[in-house]
């Protein structure tokens, strides 16, 4: 991954929407302008990985903390919340279909659920999502071929 801009996080991130280069759906943005959310101050290089859950020995239905837990043990560690937006600022030739949840710790989206980053390319084009971890540790479903990515 490039270097992370600070700059990019900011209020400037919804101007390319508006352009209409990708989507920023609403729980996304809902999240970006919380107080919660928070972007580095200076520019890092950080390393990537994208992984199944199901190469990481996880089978459907498992709740974000044990990918989390598991994530851990295969070495791997939560990326900075801010890693969606840069990732969707730069991955702009994503192939059509795809999905990439963010490993990172969860923030509360406008119903105060914890909910997690997507960069995603469907029918309605490129954007960065966010996704609903469940009420509770029960309620999570993660598919087990779905796609994460972590920090190396």
């Known amino acids: 991954m490039k270097n992370l801009d600070p700059c ?27 107080d919660s959310f928070a972007t580095s101050n200076s520019l890092q290089t950080i390393q990537l990985t994208m992984i199944t859950l199901r190469s990481l020995g996880l089978p459907d239905g498992t709740c974000y903390e044990d990918i989390f837990k598991a994530a851990q043990h295969a070495g791997l560690r939560l990326c900075p919340a801010e890693v969606g937006l840069q990732l969707r600022l730069q991955y702009m030739d994503q192939p059509y279909g795809e999905t990439l949840v963010i490993g990172m710790q969860p923030l509360h989206d406008c119903y105060q659920l914890p909910s997690v980053f997507t960069v995603h390319h469907w029918d309605w084009g490129i954007g960065l999502g966010a996704c609903c971890c469940g009420e509770s540790n029960v309620e999570d ?7 994460w990515v972590f920090m190396i």
């Open 8 to 34: 990019n996080t900011d209020g400037r991130f919804i101007e390319p929407v508006s352009q209409g280069r990708y989507g920023l759906d609403p729980d996304a943005l809902y999240i970006i302008q919380q």
């Open 141 to 147: 479903e993660w598919h087990a071929d779905s796609d």
